[in-house]
């Protein structure tokens, strides 16, 4: 069996997997990607559009945001609705700080570039990946390639895996807790070269459920309706959503909305999940394979950015002062960052969707919730500093 070696083995090349790398390869640490996907596949994902604050000065420090200091909008407010009635959280003016609407597609093309122009590798097509020894001082990682078995030697291994990944599971059942609400509906997602229908973000509850206006650009848009979990995307061509978002957004902000055909369509189920630890041995969780939160906190892609910044000042501190103190306290402080993410993003879920068992107290709590954020700048600033991102640490 072929074996190559190297310092840290990542496995999967989302934006956790691929920042990592980056970072590392600026620290002058030599890392090897193990992606189970095609360069296409995961080049061709639409997922996350909105940039934290923190996200965006970290790409900056990584080397990799030309294309994002060109084409990212700077996003100084976001618009929550609730039946009809409209209020803007001033990010800007309550935290001093600004989203960047820069599609996650956008973020993962620039980092395979950036490593690919060092001479980084990343193994596409990697099947089979297997952590093993990873409470040993020489973990490994095989995969078949090709239709040949391979092994990369290493001193570490990062579990950048996503939700359905290996890594995960190679922890324990019985070192591993996990904490889990899934919740009892989707987002069916349609993106449309059209231009956005306001020029910032819109989260609206209405009587038929949750709608979000978002974009990729000024002639790109991107919408998302609550639907049922079970929902089947052939039931909805793109008139019935282009209708059906209409309604949710009501007349006034309907009347600006240019219809056009759909370029993806797709319907993600809506889950808050968190796996503690996330280190076992050498090896160390990052991104969605150790937590999944609903979208509605525009969360995910910040969290996995955040978790492999901590990620790796434990492996700078590892390799250049030779100590694990780093490594050791990882988990622990992703862990802090990542509830606190966890938290507002069932949070903003529970106060924006039409849940199918609530009754109308519970409704009469939203309608309370709503009114007071609107009432009060204390409540929207606590929202304001949760949407530009909470401190690394
Ligand atoms: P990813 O992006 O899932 O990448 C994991 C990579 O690992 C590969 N992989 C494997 N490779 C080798 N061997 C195996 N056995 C493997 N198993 C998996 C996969 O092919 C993949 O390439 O995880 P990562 O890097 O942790 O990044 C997380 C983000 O992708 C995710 O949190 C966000 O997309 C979530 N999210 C949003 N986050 C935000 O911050 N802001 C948003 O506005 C936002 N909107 C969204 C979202 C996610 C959505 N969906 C589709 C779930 C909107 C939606 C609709
Ligand atoms: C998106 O543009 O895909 C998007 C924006 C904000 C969210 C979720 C998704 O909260």
């Known amino acids: 069996m072929a074996v190559k070696s190297t310092q840290v083995a990542i496995i999967g090349s989302g934006p956790a997997g691929l920042m990592l790398a980056q970072l590392l390869h600026l620290s002058g640490v030599e890392c090897i990607i193990l992606e189970r996907q095609t360069r296409s596949h995961v080049e061709g994902r639409i997922r996350a559009g909105v940039l934290e604050h923190g996200s965006v000065e970290a790409l900056r420090d990584a080397g990799v945001a030309d294309r994002l200091n060109l084409e990212g909008l700077v996003h100084d407010g976001v618009e929550l609705a609730f039946e009809g009635d409209r209020h803007r959280i001033c990010l800007k003016e309550l935290t001093g700080k600004s989203v960047t609407v820069y599609g996650q597609t956008e973020v993962t093309r620039d980092l395979i570039e950036a490593r690919l122009a060092a001479g980084g590798e990343i193994v596409f097509e990697a099947e089979d990946v297997t952590p093993v020894d990873v409470t040993s001082a020489q973990p490994k990682v095989k995969y078949t390639h090709n239709g040949q078995d ?92 282009w209708d059906e978002l209409a309604l949710r957004i009501g007349p006034d902000t309907a009347a600006n909305l240019t219809r056009g055909p759909s370029i993806e369509k797709s319907i993600a189920p809506l889950r808050s999940y968190v796996c503690e630890p996330m280190r076992y041995g050498n090896l160390f969780l990052a991104g969605d394979a150790a937590h999944i939160v609903p979208p509605t906190g525009a969360k995910g892609l910040n969290l996995a950015i955040a978790d492999v910044r901590l990620l790796h000042r434990g492996f700078e501190r590892w390799y250049r002062n030779n100590t694990a103190d780093g490594l050791d306290t990882y988990s622990t402080s992703a862990l802090a960052r990542v509830w606190k993410a966890e938290r507002f993003s069932w949070y903003l879920s529970t106060m924006m969707h039409q849940f199918p068992d609530h009754n109308p107290f519970e409704r009469r709590m939203q309608r309370a919730e709503f009114d007071y954020v609107r009432s009060s700048q204390a409540a929207s600033r606590a929202i304001a500093e949760n949407y530009v991102g909470l401190p690394l640490d």
């Open 150 to 241: 391979l092994e990369v030697a290493c001193d570490f291994i990062a579990g950048c895996d996503g939700f359905h990944g290996v890594s995960r599971k190679t922890i324990p059942e019985n070192v591993r807790s996990e904490f889990e609400r899934v919740y009892p509906f989707g987002w069916l997602g349609i993106l449309a070269e059209v231009p956005p229908v306001a020029d910032e973000l819109i989260y609206a509850n209405g009587d038929r459920g949750f709608a979000l206006c978002s974009m990729r650009s000024t002639t790109r848009s991107r919408y998302y309706i609550q639907c049922p979990r079970d929902e089947n995307l052939d039931d909805w061509p793109d008139d019935a959503i």
